[in-house]
């Protein structure tokens, strides 16, 4: 990603396609396990969620770490409302052109707010897989953003080490021929 990037296009895109597969959430899916092992359902919602809120408060000026990466309590028919709320927050606290530039303080450290941006279109698209998993497997996703967040991946998260204080497991083996979110998958270490 070059100094000059502004990946808010990417993110809102992002999380219009978080919507739509969101939107396809039933009360009765909520507990079942998602890719992302540490996680049912309903749990990953609330960190993707929260994770909105938590970029639109750096966004806003705050510090990352200062907020969780979590929502309260949303009721089972209500998570398509939740994630509007979390969208509009998140485009609102990104709309100045300034806030690309501005020292931003995200969990991975201290960077101008368009790497900090960057790595939140790559937590979107993954955890967007995630979610599609477990609502609709055949879900037609946006290959581009995948191979935009597998970039940002590959270029910031090493193969080796993994684990301890870096939330991802080690890099797993995909196809040669495996499209754009099972490679981004795998390189984030869900089992494919």
Avoid: N
């Amino acid at each position: 990603m070059d100094a000059t990037f502004d990946p808010r296009p990417h993110y809102l895109r992002a999380l219009d396609q978080l919507a739509k597969v969101v939107a396809q959430v039933t009360p009765e899916q909520l507990d079942r396990p998602t890719p992302c092992t540490e996680f049912d359902l309903r749990t990953l919602l609330g960190h993707t969620v929260g994770g909105i809120h938590r970029i639109a408060y750096v966004g806003e000026g705050g510090r990352s770490l200062d907020v969780a990466a979590t929502v309260g309590e949303v009721g089972d028919a209500e998570w398509a409302e939740a994630l509007d709320r979390a969208r509009a927050r998140a485009a609102a606290a990104w709309a100045d052109d300034a806030v690309l530039d501005r020292l931003s303080w995200v969990p991975w450290g201290q960077l101008p707010g368009r790497f900090a941006l960057g790595g939140y279109v790559m937590e979107a698209v993954t955890h967007t897989w995630d979610i599609a998993q477990v609502v609709d497997p055949s879900a037609a996703l946006d290959e581009e953003l995948a191979l935009g967040a597998l970039g940002v991946a590959e270029q910031v998260l090493p193969a080796e080490p993994r684990g301890g204080e870096l939330p991802f497991g080690p890099v797993q083996p995909v196809p040669a021929d495996a499209d754009p979110y099972t490679r981004l998958a795998g390189w984030l270490g869900r089992r494919v």
